[in-house]
């Protein structure tokens, strides 16, 4: 467990008062809270280094294109890439694998090749497949979810073939916390010829990652779930993929020379960002970095599972609650159902209490057709969340679920006729 009360990193637990109440955050899988020292490191460079980057030979151009690539080197350093150049500066995971489904998927899959995804994945490793695959005639296959919410790598085994041209698969589900052995599914998608991509949005934030050790050729990941700023994201790929690639979008800064019908292109990973890139939200981005780095991303890990299990723990005493988690390699996600309650009015509950979670499909509408579910109320834990947090979630939700409950069974109406 992570000793140290992280809280007094975050202002917004200092400021933000919910119904009168502390804030309690159990939405950290949708976006984090931000640290002082990335609010500070925004600020600073806003305050004295602002200038484009790439772009001009005067003094204070050249500090912000150092800041801008030191950011590139952190990112690379993170998650152990052997050069900061694999590293494309994207707005989010959802931009990075449309980059890829886009720039690689366009140019190499042609009628009858297959993609294989798995009945996991986000809507951002899903839409994007479904916009190439129509372009090009590429089938999508899926790799199946066991009963106890865990991949089962058989079905992948089933699915690989000659005409598999990319896995795609997330690294950790953000409906079910489930931890997928990807350093697996990349070996296996290798072996059979395939590359293989790794959505990155909820591992990265939250366990230490090392992309040579996975063996992946591409992984996504968003800076906002992980203590940085919005609009901030980054794709790993292996570089010799990189240059073999075509531009995802055009413009400045991604070019060579451009002709009046024609052009080439800058060296990766300039040619994957074009138009001035998010500066600022890069050096965000690595004080976020910083920041994760100093806690120790093992210890985000342990941390997480902790209060993960503990939080399955309390809450499996609430009366008609639904656990959706599995029983080893869980995080700190927990997806639930309480039976007679919809998971917007347990949303709306909690917030009375001043705790937010989220509820809803999670944009993984086809992960909630396999639970059988419309929707879910979700609570997910990072580094600022402690035990107290979890007491507060169940006793609240305990509280809830009781005044709920008895409102709607108790029909007046339906009584009399019942007595008749
Ligand atoms: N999941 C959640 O509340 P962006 O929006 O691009 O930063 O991240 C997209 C994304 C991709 N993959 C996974 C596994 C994700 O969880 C997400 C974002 C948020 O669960 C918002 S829907």
């Not at 690989?160 to 589900?173: A, E, I, N």
Request: net charge negative; aromatic share 8%; glycine share 8%.
């Amino acid at each position: 467990m992570i000793q140290r009360d992280t809280k007094k990193d975050f202002p917004i637990f200092g400021k933000w008062k919910s119904k009168g109440k502390p804030l309690i955050y159990l939405d950290s899988a949708a976006t984090t809270q931000k640290p002082q020292e990335v609010i500070a490191a925004l600020d600073e460079y806003y305050e004295n280094y602002n200038a484009n980057v790439h772009r001009g030979a005067y003094e204070l151009s050249q500090i912000a294109t150092d800041m801008y690539e030191e950011a590139r080197a952190k990112v690379a350093s993170f998650i152990n890439s052997a050069r900061p150049e694999s590293i494309v500066f994207t707005r989010n995971a959802t931009e990075s694998l449309n980059l890829v489904a886009y720039a690689w998927g366009l140019n190499n899959l042609h009628e009858g090749d297959e993609v294989i995804l798995s009945d996991m994945e986000h809507h951002s490793n899903l839409v994007p497949w479904h916009i190439i695959s129509r372009h090009t005639g590429a089938v999508l296959k899926f790799i199946r979810m066991s009963s106890d919410y865990r991949l089962d790598l058989q079905s992948l085994k089933d699915n690989l073939g000659p005409k598999t041209k990319m896995v795609s698969v997330v690294h950790v589900s953000n409906v079910l916390g489930t931890i997928n052995p990807v350093k697996e599914i990349c070996r296996m998608a290798h072996e059979a010829g395939a590359l293989a991509m790794v959505d990155g949005a909820q591992s990265a934030p939250h366990m230490p990652v090392d992309v040579r050790d996975i063996g992946c050729d591409f992984y996504a990941l968003s800076g906002h779930k992980m203590c940085g700023p919005t609009g901030i994201g980054a794709l790993y790929a292996k570089h010799e993929l990189l240059e073999k690639m075509d531009p995802f979008l055009g413009g400045g800064e991604m070019i060579n020379e451009v002709f009046p019908t024609t052009s080439n292109y800058a060296r990766p990973p300039y040619k994957f960002e074009a138009g001035t890139p998010n500066i600022a939200g890069a050096v965000g981005l690595k004080a976020a970095i910083s920041y994760l780095e100093k806690i120790g991303m093992q210890n985000v890990e342990d941390h997480e599972i902790e209060l993960g299990d503990y939080a399955e723990k309390r809450l499996a005493d609430v009366d008609g609650i639904r656990i959706f988690r599995p029983e080893t390699t869980g995080t700190g996600v927990i997806s639930f159902t309480v039976e007679g309650v919809h998971p917007h009015d347990i949303s709306t509950i909690l917030d009375a209490e001043g705790i937010a979670i989220r509820a809803g499909h999670h944009c993984a509408q086809p992960l909630m057709r396999k639970l059988q579910v419309q929707s879910t109320a979700r609570a997910s834990f990072y580094l600022y969340n402690d035990k107290s947090d979890v007491e507060a979630l169940a006793a609240a939700l305990e509280k809830g679920i009781a005044i709920f409950r008895p409102k709607k069974k108790a029909a007046p109406e339906q009584t009399v006729r019942d007595a008749r």
